[in-house]
């Protein structure tokens, strides 16, 4: 009866203390995909949202809207607000150890990203636009491989590649025409697009190195990057004369301003979920999410819409969803080893 006991209370042991784990793993993938879902959501609308505003006609004389650094300004100001009363109505109080200047070239290195990237297109074509921002996992990985010495998995290299390579599939559309200005191999256009993504690629390794030396709260981040950024885009658009021609817009088309706030709405909503993701899960998922986001915003234009799909679009309908799928199932089990 004693060898028996033995082996009947064995196994309860064990049972009782793996619990404390499975619902920590079932807690990590419900934050997951709460992450998921609100950026998708999110983004969804605020896609939509940017294209009413920037491709809209206003007034009898059919005037365009073209102030891009503006509308960039005023979100970074309404995310500030944002995570602010969050942090003032949800959150306990803390101290903040993150050093300002951390943030302050955290948000120069994103600013610089878009800047960039914007700027690409007047030297590239969009083809190649996409192409070039579609590998943003690859710097955020590299750097954070090679500045903040952090180890992935190889099937997580695998999955960001699959899914990088699906999301370019399917963005590609290749041009009719014969344009032969376009047929260079690199010049100052794909520079530009190398310093963007360089430059997204060190954001991600600051905000990695925000969240494992000081263990920085997503609003907490949120909060300090955009008041940075509104400090620059502030004077930005002050020196160049924008925010004057921006504000006669807006008194020309009063009816602008509820979409303008609609769309920082979305985007300080938006924003809190990438910058949970980033504090909870890194800066590598956030940017597969951030990623596919943007092909499945397409993917559900194209079903809503009914745009016909093209062959070369389903392979990348394939590759993305092979990338993301393996990632579910091998990525984050072998990243465990690593911990």
Same mark, same amino acid.
């Given at each position: 009866?004693?060898?028996?006991?033995?082996?009947?209370?064995?196994?309860?042991?064990?049972?009782?203390?793996?619990?404390?784990? *499975?619902?920590?793993?079932?807690?990590?993938?419900? +934050?997951?995909? @709460?992450?998921? *879902?609100?950026?998708?959501?999110?983004?969804?609308?605020?896609?939509?949202?940017?294209?009413?505003?920037?491709?809209?006609?206003?007034?009898?004389?059919?005037?365009?809207?073209?102030?891009?650094?503006?509308?960039?300004?005023?979100?970074?100001?309404?995310?500030?607000?944002?995570?602010?009363?969050?942090?003032?109505?949800?959150?306990?109080?803390?101290?903040? +150890?993150?050093?300002?200047?951390?943030?302050?070239?955290?948000?120069?290195?994103?600013?610089?990203?878009? $800047?960039?990237?914007?700027?690409?297109?007047?030297?590239?074509?969009?083809? /190649?636009?996409?192409?070039?921002?579609?590998?943003?996992?690859?710097?955020?990985?590299?750097?954070? $491989?090679?500045?903040? +010495?952090?180890?992935?998995?190889?099937?997580?290299?695998?999955?960001?590649?699959?899914?990088?390579?699906?999301?370019?599939?399917?963005?590609?559309?290749?041009?009719?025409?014969?344009?032969?200005?376009?047929?260079?191999?690199?010049?100052?256009?794909?520079?530009?697009?190398?310093?963007?993504? &360089?430059?997204?690629?060190? /954001?991600?390794?600051?905000?990695?190195?925000?969240?494992?030396? %000081?263990?920085?709260?997503?609003?907490? *981040?949120?909060?300090?990057?955009?008041?940075?950024?509104?400090?620059?885009?502030?004077?930005?658009?002050?020196?160049?004369?924008?925010?004057?021609?921006?504000?006669?817009?807006?008194?020309?088309?009063?009816?602008?301003?509820?979409?303008?706030?609609?769309?920082?709405?979305?985007?300080?909503?938006?924003?809190? %979920?990438?910058?949970? &993701?980033?504090?909870?899960?890194?800066?590598? /998922?956030?940017?597969?999410?951030? /990623?596919?986001?943007?092909?499945? &915003?397409?993917?559900?234009?194209?079903?809503?819409?009914?745009?016909?799909?093209?062959?070369?679009?389903?392979?990348?309908?394939?590759?993305?969803?092979?990338?993301?799928? @393996?990632?579910?199932?091998?990525?984050?089990? &072998?990243?465990?080893?690593?911990?």
């Amino acid at each position: 009866m004693g060898p028996v006991e033995v082996v009947a209370v064995a196994p309860e042991a064990p049972s009782e203390a793996t619990k404390p784990s *499975m619902e920590r793993i079932s807690s990590e993938r419900l +934050r997951l995909l @709460l992450c998921f *879902m609100g950026v998708f959501v999110c983004y969804f609308y605020y896609g939509i949202l940017q294209e009413t505003i920037t491709r809209g006609k206003y007034g009898e004389q059919q005037e365009s809207f073209t102030y891009a650094k503006s509308l960039v300004f005023v979100q970074c100001i309404i995310n500030a607000i944002f995570s602010k009363l969050i942090i003032q109505f949800l959150e306990k109080p803390s101290f903040e +150890r993150t050093p300002h200047w951390l943030y302050a070239v955290c948000s120069m290195s994103y600013l610089g990203a878009m $800047v960039s990237s914007n700027s690409a297109l007047q030297y590239v074509n969009y083809p /190649t636009q996409v192409l070039g921002k579609s590998c943003k996992p690859i710097p955020v990985m590299v750097l954070g $491989v090679l500045l903040g +010495r952090k180890r992935y998995p190889f099937t997580k290299y695998l999955c960001v590649l699959l899914i990088v390579l699906g999301v370019a599939l399917f963005m590609y559309k290749p041009k009719k025409g014969i344009g032969s200005a376009d047929d260079h191999i690199f010049g100052f256009g794909e520079a530009l697009l190398l310093v963007s993504l &360089t430059l997204d690629g060190l /954001t991600g390794v600051a905000q990695d190195h925000m969240r494992a030396n %000081f263990q920085t709260g997503s609003n907490q *981040m949120m909060l300090n990057i955009n008041v940075w950024s509104s400090l620059f885009l502030g004077i930005g658009v002050l020196c160049t004369g924008e925010l004057w021609e921006f504000l006669n817009f807006t008194e020309r088309h009063p009816n602008i301003l509820y979409k303008i706030l609609l769309f920082s709405l979305t985007s300080a909503l938006g924003q809190s %979920f990438i910058f949970m &993701t980033v504090v909870y899960f890194g800066p590598l /998922t956030c940017s597969i999410i951030t /990623t596919t986001r943007k092909f499945f &915003t397409i993917l559900g234009s194209v079903l809503i819409f009914g745009n016909p799909i093209s062959s070369l679009q389903w392979v990348g309908t394939v590759f993305v969803f092979l990338g993301l799928g @393996l990632d579910a199932k091998y990525g984050k089990a &072998t990243k465990k080893n690593h911990h």
